[in-house]
């Protein structure tokens, strides 16, 4: 066996202990990383590097509240660095190793990471689930005193993300006008998405200037009074009264008292605006089992409210039955025992062409609808209802019905 010579073995031993110097060199001036994975902790994270957190938290300059984010760095000291202040001087000198900067796929290795950028001084990041009571419980200031520092009001709704200006705290006006200019962007995405949210008669809504006062303007005359007084109940005298006007011919019959508690319902919803009636009461109509015939149905619109959201409305009502006419001027309402909604397409003069929807009632108040066959809704829910020849009719009747000045016992009882 061949030996090498003494001083080729001196030589390697040589290289050996350089090139582990400058690694331990090299590993004690760049100070460890750690890239925040989904759903980390700091309790997690000291436990995996066997440091403690007030030595991470030290480091990063964090606090131990303060949330962690996917893609944050933070700066791991060594266990010998029981405070974490070493690390951190280490990190001033490393600008790559800086704290407050986010791993990139471009400029980032996975495994580096420093700490999540705090906020300006005198201010608070909305977390998600809080509200204005608690964070003005924590900051022990008012909820009065929150609202007047960051220019919002207690109704407006707080977001994830939001910044608010906690005032009496250090840096609090510094951070105000910063504060405000966010509230005013946080209200306006509130009121876009509200209108986004909103349904269609929602634009036309208006509080009505007399709750239950209602007026009714009909082909051969029009009435105007309060239709209901307290709990919604129908007036007898006002019910009389509107019902001369709702029925042709002329006759005693009333109008149902519920399709009038409806009617009084749908003008405080815009405002009381007058209410045009087409069809009320009549003794002619395509079906024998017409609502119409017994004062259960109404052909109406409203000025200045499209006939397509006034439909919508009229859809959240209960047991009611709906019908939509996308040719004509008028929708239809009438009182039922299940909601029944439908659409008839046909024009002028041609026989009715129902697209019609069964509407059935949930135990929680709430209604599902499905599509059913046209045919048998139009024979078993529709009807006369909502049969555009007879509407026709009736308003053609009306036309030509000889007009004749109100007598004194007309007036007396519309009042």
């Not at 791991?76 to 660095?81: L, R």
């Not at 749908?266 to 009549?282: A, I, T």
């Not at 003794?283 to 259960?296: A, V």
Request: with cysteine; net charge positive.
């Amino acid at each position: 066996m061949q030996y090498l010579p003494r001083w080729f073995a001196v030589l390697i031993a040589l290289i050996l202990s350089i090139s582990t110097g400058i690694a331990s060199a090299a590993s004690s001036s760049t100070p460890r990383v750690h890239v925040v994975a989904q759903g980390q902790r700091l309790g997690s994270i000291a436990k995996r590097y066997h440091v403690s957190i007030a030595a991470i938290c030290n480091a990063n300059g964090i606090r131990r509240s303060d949330r962690l984010h996917p893609g944050q760095r933070l700066l791991i000291p060594d266990c010998s660095d029981k405070d974490g202040s070493a690390a951190r001087s280490r990190a001033e000198s490393t600008p790559s190793a800086k704290p407050g900067r986010d791993a990139t796929p471009e400029k980032a290795a996975p495994h580096v990471s420093t700490a999540m950028k705090r906020p300006p001084a005198g201010t608070h990041v909305v977390a998600r689930g809080q509200r204005l009571g608690s964070i003005a419980k924590r900051y022990r200031v008012s909820i009065d005193a929150l609202c007047q520092a960051n220019g919002i009001r207690r109704s407006d709704r707080i977001h994830p993300g939001q910044t608010l200006v906690i005032p009496g705290t250090p840096g609090s006006a510094a951070a105000a006008a910063a504060g405000h200019s966010e509230a005013a962007r946080s209200k306006k995405a509130d009121r876009t998405a509200a209108r986004r949210r909103a349904p269609s008669w929602a634009k036309y809504v208006q509080k009505p200037r007399r709750r239950g006062y209602v007026t009714l303007v009909g082909f051969h005359g029009q009435w105007s009074g309060y239709l209901v007084g307290k709990g919604r109940r129908v007036l007898p005298a006002a019910r009389k009264a509107i019902s001369l006007v709702m029925a042709w011919p002329r006759n005693n019959a009333l109008m149902d008292t519920r399709l009038l508690q409806l009617l009084a319902r749908v003008s405080d919803e815009f405002g009381g605006r007058s209410v045009r009636l087409v069809s009320g009461w009549r003794n002619t109509s395509f079906s024998q089992e017409s609502r119409h015939k017994h004062g259960r149905a109404m052909d109406f619109s409203i000025p200045g409210v499209p006939n397509e959201a006034l439909r919508d409305y009229l859809h959240t009502l209960e047991n009611v039955g709906v019908g939509y006419y996308p040719n004509s001027t008028f929708v239809h309402l009438d009182t039922r025992d299940v909601s029944a909604f439908w659409t008839d397409y046909a024009g002028p003069g041609e026989p009715p062409r129902y697209h019609a929807r069964k509407v059935e009632a949930r135990a929680d108040g709430s209604v599902t609808d499905a599509d059913t066959d046209a045919k048998d809704t139009a024979a078993k829910q529709v009807g006369a209802e909502s049969a555009r020849a007879s509407d026709a009719e009736a308003a053609d009747q009306h036309a030509k019905a000889p007009q004749r000045r109100p007598t004194q016992e007309d007036a007396a009882v519309a009042q």
